[in-house]
């Protein structure tokens, strides 16, 4: 019973189980069996997907072996290590019912056979151009010792055994290399052609008529033969194969038992066939699949559109290079998976794999350029979103820092408002300090020390310095009082580290500093009041006295008699010094009633024996 579930087979070769369905070739079998019979070696040779392969295996295999006389040995693994070895190990294996060494030369090994079956045996050695291209290149020893024990075996004149050697038609003149060992080398070979149109019939009529046997009938429209052959002397039987294939599937999908030359140019038309079907084959992959088949199919198939047989090893190795992320597990998964789909084919041992047939070669090259193509323009487009995506990156970036700009300035606008305020609640504090340094100067000190930390302003300095000049007076600035006092230590200590640091600045603070030292040597300080705006400070003295300094100058501008019951001159707000001075003064005498008379009548008298009276306004202060 026919166990195949379709009549054809595609791209894949015929093998020999499949001699139900193999139809076309019967004058080439009939040759070449006749040549296993009569002569020790012959050479088929044909262009590339003739069909040279289909036609030993499925054709005339089943021809010899239908002769009891011989054995029948298939080789095609010339990209093993050892392929003499490997063949050899073949043979032995088709005839395990006898023992034999392979370790004898082949000619030796084939006598051993002879002799104890006794059997012949049809050594088939397919696809040679491999070997051809591998040796002597790869070790030329090996290639010596294989040429040699071949020669053995075609001039042996007691031997029976027959050897054919199918090769592709453009490497048919390097068999030269075997002329000086073998007498008469071409002799006997077979040429392979493509399919005549009889043959082609036959091969699309017969292999119906052959499954109709054992299921439900299918038709075949005598329009559909001629679409199919179209004007044509011949056609490649692996055209052939794929076309009756779509067809044969298309009209099953639609539930016909008919083939229709319709279907032909519903699928494609006959000469685009192949190429559709290496792109539907190929759209099964997935995208990163069909970028790594470019790396591969880039050495499966060279320049030359010709298939190449490399190992899976070198294969995973220039796919690596090809792509750093690529591993080892990703090719081969991608090599198997061709395998199934029928673009690639794996022969072992060692594991190598080659483009499945070769007609698909050129199809194949021109859908991996295309793909190549299209891989680079998807790099262009990607390449030129990363730029858009740059310069909106750039544009966003631009706005960002103006935005940035803006709140830095919004940043620095609040830190100067900030320092604005820490300066106005140090003044205010530095204010309260110097105030009444005599009725309690540790708390001036410590509230003067707060006032610098919070903003080293003219004000906050001038009066820690003038805390500092007070308790100093009591015992040299800058020893450890007497009393173990840690507080004035302490106010002393910083008031002469901001001096120490703004000598070391260079800045105005250490002639301030010299300033207070220089006048108040002598005379105990009771306490001071800044003016208004910053730039003068009234001090008052235990003689009596009232000093007015102006603090950018660094000079006295005028000073004031008074008592000591009558510096009580702090807690005011008017922004005029001397003002707040007499009001000050007016208000501890309790003699409110001439304050205002006083302000208006009196001024000249305030400044009485200073001579310097036309220097002071009541808004510089």
Known sequence: MNTHTAPYLGLRPYEENDWPLFFGRDEDIAAIAAHVVTVPLTILYGPSGVGKSSLLRAGVHRRVVADDRFV???????????????LKQEIAHRVERITVSVDKRLDELLSDIETQLPLSVAVVLDQFEDWLREYPNRDERMGNQCESELARVVNRPDLRSSVIIALRDDRLAEMDRFDPRIPGLFDHTVRLRNLSRRSAEDAIRKPVKRYNRDHEPVKIDDELIHEVLGGESEIEPVILQVIMTRVWNAELAQGSRRLRAETVHSIGGRDSIIEEHVRDVMSELSAIELDRCIPLLGRLVPPSETRLALRSHDLVQYCMEADSGTTEADVHNLLRRLERLAILRRHSPPESYEV?????????????????????????????????????????????????????????DLDVALARADATTADALAEI???????????????????????????????????????????VVGQKPEGNNKMEWKIEENALKIWRQARLRGDETDQTYELWRELTVGD??????????????????????????????????????????????????DSALERRVRLAIARRMKIHSEVQVGYESSTPEFYEGTGAESDVEAGDL
């Open 72 to 86: 029948w040995v298939y080789f095609r693994a010339w990209q093993s290590a050892d392929p003499l070895g490997a």
């Open 433 to 475: 300090a110097a105030s009444d340094v005599s009725h309690d100067p540790i708390l001036s000190g410590l509230l003067a020390l707060h006032a610098v930390s919070l903003s080293r302003t003219s004000q906050a300095t001038l009066a820690l310095f003038l805390v500092a000049v007070a308790l100093g007076e009591q015992h």
């Open 356 to 412: 499945f047939h070769d007609s698909l070669c050129k199809p194949l090259a021109k859908w991996r350029d295309k793909r190549r193509t299209v891989q680079n323009l998807e790099e262009e487009h990607k390449d030129a979103e990363a730029e858009v995506v740059q310069r909106k990156d750039l544009e966003i970036n631009g706005v960002a820092v103006k935005y940035q700009e803006e709140i830095d300035q919004i940043r620095k």
């Open 524 to 573: 105990h300080v009771l306490g001071a009041m800044f003016g208004a705006s910053g730039h003068r400070i009234a001090v008052a003295f235990q003689g009596g006295s009232i000093r007015v300094f102006d603090i950018e100058k660094v000079r006295q501008i005028s000073e004031i008699q008074g008592t000591v019951a009558q510096i009580g001159l702090f807690a005011l707000s």
